[in-house]
């Protein structure tokens, strides 16, 4: 019996995309960190700075955590003791924001702030005190600035605002989710408006490049509201399963890596 060619037998399946190069930012070790995440909503803002948090508590970094944003506490509900504004007042939240920043600049304290998605907390703020970057710098902290990014060229906004009234520090990255990517899409072509963008040319000279993996077992840990260290060492009832376990595994090892390059602006 004569067998059929191996193409014809073939499982077709994706390759595999190689990884993103991983690129070094400038070196922020044993400086005191403020490091704020902003972007539009479901750009995975809280996902990167629960990472953050969890990756500086292992490492016995004891940050200030802060939810700038008094409507959605997402940032609160999985960690204890996260400062949030007692006003939902704008000009308010600006001045709770303010007296945040003045607190670690006197105490030299770390801190990590989730602004919230569409925020116009830290923009109005540095309208209002040009430099603002600069100023923090000065006063012996470091501010780090990571702006999440999906698939829409709108995704760019909160960066180029951010830009447009002055606030580049040095250390700055767009942060690419994949998390938003559709099943069958490279990189090239999920990312390919908003790197067509005219803007983007401008803003990308200022930033890293950095890519944060897709979290696949994202619902299984979003429904213990446990942390990724607990999800992935079993630490929480119901324990994830083998298959999620190994997941959030895999995702953490993949964040490990590609924030290689900017491990020193952890707290």
């Known amino acids: 019996m004569r067998l059929p060619k191996p193409a014809d037998t073939a499982v077709q399946t994706t390759r595999p995309e190689p990884e993103p190069a991983i690129q070094k930012g400038v070196d922020l070790t044993g400086r005191i960190k403020i490091v704020f ?3 539009r909503g479901k750009t995975g803002k809280t996902t990167l700075l629960r990472w953050i948090t969890e990756m500086s508590i292992l490492n016995g970094g004891t940050p200030i955590l802060a939810d700038v944003d008094p409507s959605n506490a997402a940032f ?7 400062a949030r504004p007692d006003t939902d007042s704008p000009a308010g939240v600006v001045t709770w924001l303010q007296d945040l920043i003045e607190h670690c600049i006197i105490e030299q304290q770390s801190a990590v702030i989730d602004l919230g998605g569409g925020d116009t907390t830290l923009r109005s703020l540095a309208t209002e005190m040009p430099g603002l970057a600069e100023h923090i710098e000065a006063s012996g902290l470091s501010p780090v600035m990571f702006h999440l990014v999906g698939t829409q060229p709108e995704d760019l906004e909160p960066a180029l605002t951010l830009s447009a009234r002055g606030f580049t520090p040095k250390a ?15 990189r090239d072509r999920a990312f390919g408006r908003v790197v067509g963008t005219p803007s983007y040319g401008a803003l ?10 897709r979290l696949a077992s994202a619902d299984a840990v979003e429904s213990r509201q446990c ?9 929480v009832d119901p324990p994830l399963g083998i298959f999620e376990a190994a997941r959030v ?12 390059g900017v491990s020193s602006w952890i707290p």
Not at 76 to 82: E, K, L, M, Q
Not at 204 to 213: I, N
Not at 227 to 235: I, K, Q
Not at 249 to 260: C, D, G, I, S, V
């Open 227 to 235: 942390t990724y260290l607990a999800a992935r060492d079993g630490d």
């Open 76 to 82: 609160s509900r999985y960690f204890a003791d996260v």
């Open 204 to 213: 990308v000279k200022a930033s890293l490049l950095l890519w944060m993996p």
């Open 37 to 39: 995440a902003a972007g």
């Open 249 to 260: 595994r895999a995702w953490l090892n993949a964040m490990n890596q590609r924030f290689t």
């Open 172 to 186: 700055q990255a767009l942060v690419f989710n994949e998390f938003s990517i559709d099943p069958g899409l490279t």
